[in-house]
């Protein structure tokens, strides 16, 4: 175990050496600091903006329409899910509706979004449009892989309900949940922040972006991005811990 976790921090300690590498070389060969910062400028805005109020405001900001986001597409996904599975003419019914919303463009939706409703909303429709889709998906697939013969024998046996629910269904879900749920989120902060930007929402992440961009305060941008990456990495290290319990439990 031990063995593991040191060869698993290797490799990453490794990954962020390449990428800062890169970085380095990207930082010589075009020599424009108003283009690509340097590490140390950049890190240091990132010092400077975690003492920062506005980051912090910015950031929850920015955190709860990612989650309200996030809650509003996985409950339509579950729901919609399980009466699809239930009810096949459903099931047919919703499949091109789906398609079409997994197909829409994010960018000409938000536009049309920016004419109805605020710059604070908008990113939050965005996200649900764009989450909605992958987590059917991934719910109905899960409850439509339950062993057919293990349903029958439930059937014949007359196994109660809730019995079936506990031991068929919910480990269907759970392990998908616990992969996709994850995965959703992660690009739901990446959809967010984006269409923050591209909307100008005041008091977020993504409009301080903006600001950066306005104002070529390239480094502050960088540490933005950053400040992003380090959240975004939290929430796939929390992601792979959550799917190792749930596949602990599931065995």
């Given at each position: 175990m031990?063995?593991?976790?040191?060869?698993?921090?290797?490799?990453?300690?490794?990954?962020?050496?390449?990428?800062?590498?890169?970085?380095?070389?990207?930082?010589?060969?075009?020599?424009?600091?108003?283009?690509?910062?340097?590490i140390s400028e950049c890190f240091r805005a990132f010092l400077k903006l975690l003492l920062s109020s506005a980051f912090y405001k910015s950031f929850f900001a920015t955190l709860i329409r990612v989650v309200f986001a996030f809650v509003l597409a996985l409950v339509f996904a579950v729901l919609l899910a399980v009466l699809a599975y239930l009810f096949p003419y459903f099931a047919k019914f919703l499949t091109p509706i789906v398609a079409t919303v997994r197909c829409v463009p994010v960018l000409a939706?938000?536009?049309?979004?920016?004419?109805?409703?605020?710059?604070?909303?908008?990113?939050?429709?965005?996200?649900?449009?764009?989450?909605?889709?992958?987590?059917?998906?991934?719910?109905?697939?899960?409850l439509a892989g339950v062993d057919k013969e293990l349903l029958e024998m439930s059937r014949v046996y007359k196994v109660p309900l809730k019995k079936q629910m506990k031991n068929l269904y919910l480990p269907a879900i759970a392990r998908v949940g616990a992969r996709e749920g994850i995965a959703a989120f992660s690009l739901g902060l990446k959809l967010v922040v984006s269409a923050e930007v591209l909307a100008q929402t005041a008091k977020s992440l993504g409009g301080q972006m903006q600001?950066?961009?306005?104002?070529?305060?390239?480094?502050?941008?960088?540490?933005?991005?950053?400040?992003?990456?380090?959240?975004?990495?939290?929430?796939?290290?929390?992601?792979a811990w959550i799917s190792g319990k749930v596949e602990r439990w599931l065995q």
């Open positions: 031990k063995k593991s976790l040191v060869k698993n921090a290797i490799v990453c300690v490794l990954a962020v050496g390449v990428l800062l590498a890169v970085w380095a070389i990207a930082y010589f060969c075009v020599g424009n600091a108003l283009i690509v910062p340097s939706v938000l536009l049309i979004l920016l004419v109805f409703s605020s710059a604070g909303v908008a990113p939050v429709i965005v996200a649900v449009l764009t989450l909605f889709p992958m987590l059917f998906t991934a719910f109905f697939t899960g600001e950066a961009k306005a104002y070529l305060d390239m480094p502050y941008l960088f540490a933005l991005v950053i400040g992003v990456v380090v959240l975004g990495l939290a929430i796939e290290l929390f992601g």
